[in-house]
């Protein structure tokens, strides 16, 4: 068991009404107190921002962090009704109404939810069952510590008489919040731990569940953009007259496009009462732009840049341990490799759509997004409107992957909106959703290493290039453009005594936005594969070279200041081990199978994973993965069954990354247009996957992001042991087939 202290910044203690309903007011830093008042009766009490329950005993968890199929409507609420000893059957999940909760908690991304939430919602499930208990305590006059709750009901420990919650309801919510509560400790989980399937599963499986897409507000119209083919160019002239006499045409409308953060491009919108309509009408339009000067760049030309450029020192030195220049680079005790990897689309099942409503100054807004503080503030600042007008509604997200972190498309709808007396919903059509994305960062690596004459390694060298996200949100004067975390910054977690690491930008104009797994996924990729490549060259078994720079390493901290974090080498090794041991690695082989593996440290989500990938060659350059096997450590696992879906979906999203993923540039616009050159793993490419836990209490991590990482690199190692290393992804560019 463990006590916790209740700061007046996390609850207040007086008593007050919602509705008919006694509401006991619950402060988090940034948020008002209810208001104190007093009524008659009861409906049901809302001890805090996070749960309500009805004296029917029927329990609802708000839940503050977007859902997008990643399945926080059902881990979060899980992490409360542990500490309620709640009745899981009688727990329903809502999203908490944007402004109940602080400024931030809303967000969702970087695989925090859990990681972020998980105390405060242990402490709003256990203030709660302390009240209920106290409740049944002063009905049966005795006290509290005579009582339990279980499954819903508080029971006296004496007579063995039980209460529902729904029957306490009214009498706890005239009590005081509890100064301290006691937490559970891991072994009393009844919950936690157990496999819960989604709690909307059913409905998203006979299409009841209604995304942003679904959504309908009265009196609503629809948009379609034509857009600036070249970011940053700008609109000349538009003649609509073709467009307006289509039937069921309203108008047609243009904005202009904003620079830092979002990038939004000067756009001509036809508005019309059905959203066919609209998009024939836009291909009725004549429209002249002024590109600009950025109107020639290719994705060719930039990996030539990036390539070139990767053998000049780094812009940045991220870690400097020892002194790599006292080795010389001979090609018996060292060696050197390139690794490249595109420009990616985040290609959601829900193409981005959102709807506003602005009148009189009043805005109102519906759709999803993972960063719903940081829209409000653009649109005050790019819109003209103010912040107490704006009243957002969230909605259900058909799949994010980080793509709503981004939200050029709400400024879209509201510039839209501004000019027609009416909700406008902005719905754009598979061809814009691709063309028009934020796309992760292409990148190129340049890795050097040596050692000594008995062969142990003496010095690393990693010089990462992308055209960095944080020039394009920040400006060409971002104060750190470094995309490193994933091992090639004060992160890096083989033990060897020089390693210098560093960062250079290379500009490139199209806009850039954060994709699952970020820059960690593009790190790892090659470090995972140039250790490979030093292992093999020094005839060393590739897993136990990896462990043999891991394991007994002791933790260490990686940055300076509030921002500093812990690296477990440890940790990492043992995800290693139990992939290597699932998959049979030091077991004999089929003739023609192969196995590859990888590991790293998801380090801002405290987790840590490793894959293990065994394929058979079936010709030259083709082959077919027999089975995927992945680790994680990821603290306590509140769900199992959301970690392994997160874990196998991730394997999905990575191999389509690894085998065949690139979103390329010519004349500055996106070739790709759709699924057919954007091409998403069919199901007949999904291979076996099986998916193993490392058992532990540490405070639990982000499990979304973490199956990613290791996935591409293991499998290039895989195709190395066979004989052909690919460098560059996806692998299809280096001629490799897969059945």
């Given at each position: ?10 609850f ?8 008919s309903?006694?509401l ?21 009490f809302?001890p ?7 004296t ?7 839940v ?11 881990s ?12 899981w ?5 809502e ?7 602080p ?9 925090q ?5 998980f ?9 709660a ?19 339990a ?12 008489k ?6 306490l309801?009214?009498?706890?919510a005239?009590?005081?919040?509890p100064k301290e509560v ?10 936690i731990g157990k496999?819960q ?11 009841k ?6 959504l309908k507000?009265p ?7 034509e857009?600036?083919?070249v970011?940053g160019g700008?609109l000349?002239?538009?003649d ?7 039937p ?9 496009g904003t620079?830092v953060?979002?990038?939004v491009?000067d756009g001509v ?17 004549k429209?002249?732009w ?6 020639t ?7 030539q ?8 020192p780094?812009a ?7 002194d ?7 090609p018996a005790?060292?060696i050197?490799?390139?690794?490249k ?5 985040h ?14 100054g009043v805005?109102?807004?519906w759709?999803?997004?993972q960063?719903p ?7 005050v ?9 704006i009243?957002?509604?969230?909605a259900?997200?058909g799949?994010?992957f980080?793509?709503?972190l ?12 501004q ?10 059509d ?6 028009f994305?934020n796309f ?9 290493a ?8 003496q ?8 055209t960095s996200?944080a ?5 060409p004067d ?14 890096f ?8 690491t560093?960062y ?5 104009n199209i806009?850039r936005?954060?994709l699952?797994?970020v820059?960690?996924c593009?790190?790892?990729f090659?470090i ?5 490549e030093?292992a093999?060259?020094?005839?060393k ?6 462990l043999?720079?891991?394991d007994g390493?002791?933790?260490?901290m ?5 921002g ?5 080498p ?14 049979g ?18 380090i801002?989500?405290k ?7 065994e394929i ?12 995927v096997?992945g ?16 874990m196998?979906g ?9 085998l ?14 759709g699924?057919?050159g ?14 193993y836990?490392v058992?532990?209490?540490?405070e ?6 973490v ?6 690199p ?8 066979a004989g052909a290393?690919?460098?560059t992804l996806?692998i299809?560019?280096?001629g490799?087939?897969?059945?």
């Open positions: 068991m463990q006590k916790v202290n209740i700061s007046r910044k996390e207040i203690t007086s008593t007050s009404f919602a509705g309903g006694l006991l007011g619950f402060l988090l830093p940034g948020i008002k107190t209810f208001a104190q008042t007093s009524a008659p009766g009861c409906d049901f809302q805090n921002a996070f749960l309500k329950i009805d029917k005993g029927l329990i609802t968890v708000y503050g962090r977007q859902e997008m199929g990643q399945g926080v409507n059902t979060l609420p899980m992490v409360v009704a542990e500490e309620l000893d709640a009745d059957r009688n727990v329903k999940v999203i908490a109404p944007f402004g109940t909760l400024e931030g908690a809303h967000d969702t991304g970087g695989s939810s859990v990681l972020t939430d105390t405060s919602l242990r402490k709003a499930g256990a203030v069952k302390a009240m209920l208990i106290a409740a049944a305590a002063k009905l049966w006059n005795i006290k509290p510590e005579q009582c709750a279980d499954n819903g009901t508080v029971v006296n420990t004496g007579t063995m039980s209460i529902s919650y729904g029957e309801v009214c009498e706890a005239k009590l005081e919040v006691t937490l559970k400790s891991p072994k009393e989980f009844k919950l496999e399937r989604k709690s909307n599963l059913k409905d998203i499986l006979t299409g569940t209604k995304y942003g897409i679904d507000v009196g609503m119209l629809y948009a379609t953009v857009r600036c083919p970011l700008s000349v002239s538009v609509d007259s073709e467009a307006l006499k289509l069921g045409v309203i108008k047609v409308v243009t904005y202009k620079g953060p979002m990038h491009r919108a036809v508005v019309a009462n059905n959203i066919w309509t609209a998009m024939k009408a836009r291909k009725l339009l429209i002249k002024d590109e600009g000067a950025k109107n760049q290719s994705t060719t030309t930039l990996m840049q990036m390539t070139a450029r990767s053998l000049q780094p940045f030195v991220k870690l400097k341990k020892g790599i220049s006292k080795f010389k680079l001979t005790n060292s050197a490799a390139t690794y990897a595109p420009f990616l689309a290609a959601t099942m829900e193409p981005i759509n959102f709807i506003a409503g602005v009148k009189d805005c109102e807004l759709g999803g997004l960063l503080d940081w829209t409000v503030n653009e649109i600042r790019s819109c003209g409107l103010k912040k107490e007008n009243k957002v509604n969230l259900l997200m799949g994010g980080g793509r709503r981004h939200f050029e498309f709400a400024i879209e709808a509201v510039k839209i909106a000019q027609v007396n009416a909700p406008v919903k902005l719905i754009n598979r061809a814009d959703d691709i063309r994305d992760r960062p292409a990148n190129v690596h340049r890795l050097e040596s050692w000594d004459a008995t062969g142990k390694l010095s690393w060298y990693h010089h990462v290039l992308s996200i020039v394009m949100t920040q400006g971002a104060k750190d453009p470094a995309e490193n975390l994933g091992g090639a910054d004060t992160d977690y083989y033990d060897m005594p020089h390693v210098t560093g250079s930008h290379v500009d490139f806009n936005g954060w699952r797994s820059e960690i593009m790190n790892s090659p995972e594969c140039f250790i490979d030093v093999r060259k020094l005839k078994d590739p897993l136990a070279y990896r043999s720079l891991l390493r002791p933790m260490f990686t940055g300076e200041g509030p500093a974090m812990k690296q477990y440890q940790r990492i090794a043992n995800v290693l081990k139990l992939a290597a041991e699932k998959i690695y030091n077991q004999p082989r089929k003739k023609n199978h192969y196995i590859g593996v990888a590991t790293h440290s998801f801002f989500a987790a840590y994973a490793a894959h293990a990938i058979e060659m079936l010709g030259p350059k083709k082959f077919r993965i027999v089975k096997v680790a994680i450590d990821c603290g306590i696992v509140v769900n199992p069954d959301g970690l392994r879906n997160q196998e991730g394997v999905a999203f990575a191999l389509q990354q690894a065949k993923g690139e979103i390329t540039i010519q004349n500055s616009r996106v070739v790709q247009d699924f057919n954007f091409e998403l793993l069919r199901f007949n490419e999904m291979p076996p996957v099986e998916i836990t058992a532990s209490e540490e639990p991590g982000g499990v979304g992001e199956g990613l990482p290791t996935v591409a293991a499998l290039c190692n895989a195709l190395a042991a290393r690919p460098r996806p299809k560019n280096e490799f087939e897969w059945v």
